[in-house]
């Protein structure tokens, strides 16, 4: 499930880090939300750690991932734990003051508030009235629990214990109807990395490539319909993005690592379609780089870039922990050395992923076009049996690639015996 967790300015805001933990350690991806008074208590610098998202009080940071309208609308559940008496009145009068009370106005699946005040301001009659308005819409609001208050005082205000927060939350999403996924995947969590990176070269101008984004789209797109949370890792697109997904947005290989470096704590699979740039300028100009008056043409120093699909790997045989998959894309062209089929067995020799989706490209071959011709390796297949080609559009490709994934988690690796992907 997507949860959005928000934490509003009271004492008990340091709890909401333990209730974070049990959300993430049962798989679901969680965005931190904390009011402003919130980070008074604890710092934001704690969410982003704890959550790998990152987090903002305000509509105004990342506008132009519209947060004040996606997170809310994209929601399975949200949780506000601490709920301040300030919190339950902005909401229960509609407020939208910041991205917190935003979110809770755009909420399109259930709401659950977890109170934490002073007994008195807990029993006042404009708090008791904010409950029974948010109630008589359909959120849930847990009776506060009784016990050690802020100071020596006690009585009922205290904030529960995360355990049963949790607990009554995900209780309250069933009630809701949210009903668990369905399909091949469900349960599982993917992360698709799709499009081009642009390695910039100054304010003005990139290297970049010609992938569309197309391929890891679909692929995005065939995991959420067969029941997975999908992480969506999208460098340079030129198709939408599909729906569903947890979008992380990127522009270089750079940032393409740290966001598949973030997502590998906590994905089974990891598909890496995105065209990653093996090179970058080595030097990003802060000022447009200008023709010269003596004529002289620049020189562009290329330093290379991490194999991150090797990399991935790698940390996985070392720790022990990572993705149960890893799946490489190879885009490769044959020459008088070798033909695609060999340059792609020797990557995935090289990459050492357990699946590896080869691609024979050129200009008019794979890159923006909707139909293409893939074969999928695998390090555990005899080398001496050629892999079949799979034609069909990028959308049916997809959906072979999620069952043959499917088929590896569940230990009996499909084997690719027809060329031709059923349509449709
Ligand atoms: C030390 C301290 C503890 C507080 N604890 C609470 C609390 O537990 N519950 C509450 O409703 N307000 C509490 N407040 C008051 C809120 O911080 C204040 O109402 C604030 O405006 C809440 O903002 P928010 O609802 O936007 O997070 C506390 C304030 C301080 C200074």
Redesign the pocket.
């Known amino acids: 499930m997507r949860i959005v967790l928000g934490?509003?300015?009271?004492?008990?805001?340091y709890k909401a880090a333990s209730l974070l933990r049990l959300f993430t350690e049962a798989g679901h991806s969680v965005q931190v939300v904390?009011?402003?008074?919130?980070t008074?208590?604890v710092g934001i610098a704690t969410w982003e750690a704890l959550s790998g998202h990152p987090v903002s009080t305000t509509v105004f940071d990342a506008v132009d991932t519209v947060n004040h309208v996606r997170l809310g609308h994209e929601a399975d559940l949200i949780v506000v734990a601490?709920?301040?008496?300030?919190?339950?009145?902005?909401a229960a009068a509609g407020l939208a003051s910041?991205l917190?009370?935003n979110t809770l106005l755009m909420a399109s699946g259930p709401v659950f508030f977890a109170?934490?005040?002073?007994t008195e301001?807990w029993n006042h009659p404009a708090t008791q009235a904010n409950v029974a308005t948010l109630r008589s819409r359909g959120a849930v609001v847990m009776e506060p629990a009784i016990g050690r208050?802020?100071g020596k005082d006690s009585g009922p205000?205290r904030?529960p214990e995360p355990e049963d927060i949790y607990a009554a939350a995900l209780a309250a999403a069933g009630e809701a109807g949210s009903a668990p996924a369905a399909g091949l995947l469900a349960g599982r969590r993917v992360t698709v990395t799709a499009g081009g990176t642009r390695e910039p070269l100054d304010p003005v101008r990139f290297l970049g490539n010609r992938s569309s984004g197309k391929q890891g789209a679909a692929v995005a797109a065939a995991a959420v319909a067969e029941g997975a949370q999908v992480r969506f890792v999208a460098a340079h697109l030129e198709v939408p993005v599909p729906e569903g997904v947890e979008l992380v947005q990127v522009e270089t290989a750079l940032e393409l690592r740290d966001a598949v470096h973030d997502a590998v704590q906590s994905t089974d699979v990891l598909v890496m379609s995105a065209a990653v740039a093996d090179f970058r300028p080595g030097e990003n100009a802060d000022t447009k780089i200008k023709k010269r008056d003596d004529g002289a043409d620049p020189v562009i120093t290329l330093v290379r870039n991490p194999d991150i699909l090797a990399e991935t790997v790698q940390n996985r045989s070392a720790s022990g922990t990572g993705p149960s998959l890893i799946v490489g894309f190879a885009a490769e062209t044959g020459d008088g050395s070798g033909s695609v089929l060999e340059y792609g067995r020797r990557k995935l020799e090289r990459k050492g992923c357990d699946l590896l989706v080869l691609n024979q490209v050129g200009r008019s071959l794979v890159f923006g076009q909707d139909s293409t011709e893939v074969r999928i390796l695998s390090p555990h297949e005899d080398p001496r049996i050629e892999p079949p080609a799979l034609t069909g559009s990028k959308t049916d490709i997809a959906r072979h690639l999620v069952e043959r994934i499917a088929a590896e988690l569940a230990g009996a690796p499909a084997s690719s015996s027809t060329g031709a992907v059923p349509p449709g």
């Open positions: 934490v509003g300015g009271g004492i008990a805001a904390p009011t402003e008074a919130s008074r208590f601490p709920a301040t008496a300030d919190l339950l009145a902005r910041d917190l009370t109170p934490a005040m002073h301001m208050l802020t205000g904030l």
